[in-house]
């Protein structure tokens, strides 16, 4: 036999007093880790194959079953680390390039949570959102304008196409194929219903979802699946990804076993073909492509839709972003080094790009000083948690921020970071059709509702203690924020006082 | 300790103001009594007054009301207006020493008009050429700060109970068609004079009750635009809202409070739908100049008043009228005492747009 370099970071623990050997574990396992012995009348396990998805744990009708963290250790290094030594195993095993799925895990600085609130005390009044209203729509887009009247007098609606929020919050871009039909049909319909708007990522749009365009953002990447007339068409803004937080300039990789009929169908390109998206856009290699691109889309889509250009914080991503504006855009996308991934070569994964409070802070005030803030909207993402995350990225300017991985954990997603593997035991990262259908789009989509709903309500709670009942009145109204534990320049780049200050 | 500008200060108050519709100039005698009723929404730590009308001898020059910190302030100071300007006249601005009102600065008055070439080549038209020239002298010039530059009008302010400040300008000796009046009550003490209310630029000038909310996100959307705040006050930014809203993007005030007192999306979502087109667009294009959290403001203009509430009315806020006089003031008292005798007496509602102006004023 041979030697097994690794041993399993994770051990199911089963308690036989509980378990009844019903067998649920086993079948709800696409990785085969559980096993029944007829003879011995006994569910047995192998940790090996587990990727703690905790999908046998959560269905396990008697509780009997857990997953903990393995105390089988190497001899202790802080150099060396258990981590860095499993991975080398398996590429001197393998000889590839290691693989992950979902955004960086590793023990970097998470400035939102070193930022602090502020709340109305005797001088200003805090205000009650149960019995006032308490308001939470944005649009995004250009707001620069120059009054123009008719002849009565009456203004004219000269702003350029915008997107109409009812709260700050929008589902980031992910493409048919890395995540499920279902998947996509429950993101689709909570953002009709919530008042909002999802992303197919560069997948195309498959074309059971065209009813919702409205609520749609399609994506042009760089390797233009699924792109054509009526998918622009569908469409209420479009959106060049230039790059993603999770891999900024990597290409993507969506093996061929998961281009089955359908998605094949969707993005364009033959059953079972790798679909690999360039690292770069091979028509755009500096700043003055990209405008041209802009336009076009606008000209194909008649000046109706606004553009978006995504971008990954990347060290000089102020500059990119001031360089955005000026190139038609109407918003910008950033994301930031914790953001997810279907699949990421897990050194990039995990090493390149910044943070995203420090790439936010930093494109805001660029655009400020160049006087070009009100040209284009700012969408935050990578990774916003929780509705204090969304408070924060607005303060810190921000109009609105994109959530991926929180919507998927609505959706059952225990962040195993096993995307790649194509085997998701709760039917969001996978196409195979037994596993695609344990996401029931009619709970799916009704989870993100609740999730955002509960989020519209913290907010509003946040908003209203600190006297404030517009969202708008938020926006990079950094005097709210304040910083613990955060070092001068830190704190200088985020443009907000140490608490106490 | 950090002098104001230097620190954010929260601030209550009281404001009062007063206007003639037929332009019958009056004393200032009015407002200072009018001020005083409400002696205990203030607590020394600021007072001040702008009056209009009141300078009908040089009413086509730019006044610059400029307090100086020294003598050597002052030289630097008067140097940048006689390159930038012509100077009509200058003069001490008359006081009367009295116990409530102490460290007084030098207060200097300027009559100026931009000089022809400056203006010209700056390519601005003039009254940015002048708002710019303010700005460079509170910015750059330390130890003078111009708190007055419109025409016909002037800002009186100091450290002090309203109506001891009014005593020490002497404002009884004005007459003016308008005035406004302000009690301070910062949390702490500012101390020096220029972040007393009224805040004025141009012909702009804003006495405010109240705490924005918004504030950090104001500032920062108008510092876009080339305006400075360099006292931190919500008064400051105020005023620069309304001069960016009506004198650089040409809104109507009427317009402008739809912007910074918006009504709530709930009423405007069911109005008809050009209206709600029209409400729509100013909140989504001017969305950096909302304005959240309580005030009440009297802003006074060349040829006008208006007074405003935030949109859930978070400050008490009363108007009357009287024949050709409006009142406007934090206390129905504050009028009563000046006009027992008042026709009407209202309170509008939050956001709601109280506009008076000079009857027949072409302005």
Known sequence: MAIRYIYAEYEITRNYDRCIACRVCERQCANEVHEYLPEAHKMVADEAKCVNCHRCVSLCPTHALKIVKSDNTYKANSNWSQKNMNELYRQAEAGGVLLSSMGNPENFPIYFDKILLNASQVTNPSIDPLREPMETRVFLGSKSVEIERDENGQIKDNLKPHLKLNLPVMFSAMSYGSISYNAHESLARASQELGTYYNTGEGGLHADFYPYGGNTIVQVASGRFGVHQPYLEAAAAVEIKIGQGAKPGIGGHLPGKKIVDDVARTRMIPVGSDAISPAPHHDIYSIEDLSQLVYSLKEATRNTKPVIVKIAAVHNVAAIASGIARSGADIIAIDGFRGGTGAAPTRIRDNVGIPIELALAGVDQRLRDEGIRDQVSIVAGGSIRNSTDVVKAVALGADCVYIGTAALLALGCHLCRSCHEGKCNWGIATQVPELIKRLNPDVGYKRLVNLLTAWRHEIEEIMGGMGINSIESLKGNRLMLRGVGLNEKELEILGIKHAGE | ?363
């Open chain 2, 1 to 363: 300790m950090l002098k104001e500008g230097q620190v954010r200060i929260p601030s209550g108050c009281a404001i009062s103001g007063m206007f003639s519709k037929s332009g019958q100039r009056t004393s200032g005698e009015s407002i200072i009594q009018s001020i005083s009723v409400m002696h205990e929404r203030s607590n020394g730590l600021g007072g001040g007054f702008a009056g209009y009308g009141i300078y009908p001898e040089n009413k086509d020059f730019y006044a610059f009301h400029v307090f100086h910190d020294n003598l050597a302030a002052k030289k630097e100071c008067e140097d940048f207006l006689e390159r930038h300007f012509d100077i009509i006249n200058l003069s001490k601005i008359p006081t009367k020493k009295n116990k409530g009102v102490t460290d007084e600065p030098l207060i200097w008055r300027y009559f100026v008009h931009p000089l022809p070439t400056k203006l010209e080549s700056s390519q601005l038209d003039e009254r940015e050429f002048v708002a710019k020239c303010v700005f460079r002298i509170n910015t750059s010039i330390d130890g003078s700060y111009v708190c007055s530059s419109g025409k016909d009008m002037g800002v009186f302010k100091a450290v002090g109970f309203p109506e001891d400040v009014g005593r020490f300008y002497r404002l009884d000796e004005y007459a003016g068609y308008c005035f406004t009046a302000h009690g301070r009550y910062p949390t702490n003490t500012p101390g020096w004079w220029g972040g007393a209310h009224p805040f004025a630029l141009l012909g702009y000038s804003v006495a405010h009750n109240g705490e924005i909310s918004s504030y950090d996100a104001n500032r920062r959307a108008i510092e876009m635009y080339g305006y400075s705040c360099t006292l931190q006050t919500d008064t400051e930014v105020i005023t620069y809202i309304f001069d960016y809203l009506h004198r650089k993007k040409g809104l109507t005030f009427q317009e402008i409070a739809q912007v910074v007192s918006a009504p709530f999306w709930q009423i405007i979502d069911k109005m008809p739908a050009k209206e709600r087109a029209t409400y729509e667009y100013l909140r989504n294009a001017f969305a950096a100049q909302l304005i959240t959290g309580p005030f009440s403001i009297l802003v006074g203009f060349e040829g006008g008043l208006l007074a405003l509430n935030d949109r859930l009315k978070l400050r008490s806020m009363v108007v009357g009228e009287k024949d050709d006089r409006v009142y406007i003031a934090s206390e129905e008292a504050a009028m009563r005492v000046i006009e027992p005798d008042l026709s009407r007496v209202w309170s509008p509602k939050g956001g709601e747009l109280v506009l008076v102006e000079l009857e027949g004023d072409k302005r």
